[in-house]
């Protein structure tokens, strides 16, 4: 007993020193959110928008910009997706979702990118952070000078993993229309893609599964992303995608004070999003002499009529509509001569011979009834005697 309540009063003094090590944050959660921005990605522009420049605290969204960072160094060849990555005593120490890295492991920049998106795990942002940066400090310099070069001017991190500030930390902050900028420009790399929209990845030679927090991947069609984030201040946040018809919509829901609402507040507007903006062709479709045409509604033929280069017109000569007739009907009359006047007696010989036919049955009718009327008579006759 007196170990059990030992082990109680040692877990309220690690909790209490915990909760004094974490520098007080103002709730900005809101009922249903604290800010919310949709926006067509392709173009930009905004869709629908609520408090979109609000203050608000990523969590763990912001390690979208810890995958922009990682990726902008693989496309300039400076880091490798094969390359190992060693854990540190640092990274194996940071708490909340992780992966459970140990020192002894090395894993490679790959594998820590899918536990980062998928697991949401702090302890693999941190092992990313200290393989690239050197330390935690100067990747936070990185994430901070491309979220600047990018526009993402209301944005300031302090952290590599989205967790809420130790004392004397400041918080990361940022905007739903920043964070729509960091989105926009991840949604033009497909490989971004393929690591936010892993629903389920194993980890750690299947011995460890990872589970995406992202429900809407599951709940809304064609959603591959791209990063949710929680802490008490900051409440449910989530920045989302989705690809139908063409179009791709980009949703950003910040401060949500439960999860249900922020995925079903999501879902909502994405799907008002694609309202808003008609479907599109898919590009790099070639038109060849042999291709069928391609119906085209009014506006997308308005919108091709814009978009075309303006060139000099060739001459063209209008035909008039009863000279037009004359000429489709004329490879016609060429092709079988003098159809029209083989219709005409055609005609006449089924109509004299429906006629013979129907004179034919009248007489075989009335010559019945005949025969009928002389029969009855000599049937009366013979009653008669």
Not at 127 to 136: C, D, F, N, Q, V
Not at 256 to 262: I, L, N, T
Request: hydrophobic share 40%.
């Amino acid at each position: 007993m007196k170990r059990l309540t030992l082990a109680i009063l040692l877990c309220l003094l690690m909790a209490s020193v915990a909760f004094a090590a974490r520098t007080p944050l103002n709730t900005i959660s809101r009922d249903p959110y604290s800010s919310a921005l949709v926006i067509d990605a392709e173009t930009g522009k905004t869709l629908f928008e609520e408090n979109a420049d609000a203050t608000v605290y990523p969590a763990s969204v912001l390690k979208l910009m810890n995958l922009y960072v990682v990726l902008d160094r693989i496309e300039h060849g400076t880091l490798k997706l094969d390359e190992m990555v060693q854990v540190t005593p640092e990274a194996a120490r940071i708490g909340g979702s992780q992966v459970y890295l140990d020192p002894k492991e090395q894993f490679t920049v790959d594998d820590l990118l899918y536990a980062l998106m998928v697991q949401s795990a702090n302890d693999a942002a941190t092992a990313l952070a200290i393989h690239i940066a050197g330390s935690k400090d100067e990747f936070i310099d990185l994430m901070n000078k491309k979220a600047q070069g990018l526009g993402m001017t209301h944005s300031h991190f302090h952290s590599v993993h989205g967790l809420p500030p130790s004392k004397g930390q400041e918080p990361d902050v940022t905007t739903a229309r920043d964070l729509a900028i960091l989105c926009r420009e991840l949604t033009k790399r497909p490989q971004a893609l393929q690591y936010t929209g892993t629903i389920v990845r194993p980890f750690r030679d299947e011995k460890f599964i990872m589970r995406n927090h992202n429900k809407l991947l599951n709940r809304v069609a064609g959603c591959d992303g791209l990063k949710t984030g929680y802490y008490d201040a900051a409440g449910f946040s989530i920045a989302a995608t989705a690809q139908k018809n063409g179009v791709r919509i980009i949703a950003i829901v910040m401060g949500c004070k439960d999860r249900k609402v922020r995925d079903a507040k999501t879902a909502e507007l994405l799907a008002r999003g694609f309202r808003l903006v008609p479907p599109r062709t898919e590009p790099g479709v070639a038109v060849t002499a042999s291709a069928q045409p391609v119906a085209l509604d009014a506006q997308q033929v308005s919108a091709t009529a814009v978009a075309a280069p303006q060139s000099q017109p060739e001459p063209t000569i209008e035909i008039p509509p009863q000279q037009t007739m004359q000429q489709e009907a004329l490879p016609q009359a060429l092709a079988n001569p003098g159809s029209e006047n083989q219709g005409g007696w055609s005609k006449f010989f089924m109509g004299l011979a429906a006629g013979f036919a129907l004179f034919a049955a009248c007489f075989f009718v009335a010559a019945s009834l005949k025969r009928k009327s002389d029969k009855d008579i000599r049937i009366k006759r013979r009653d008669l005697y």
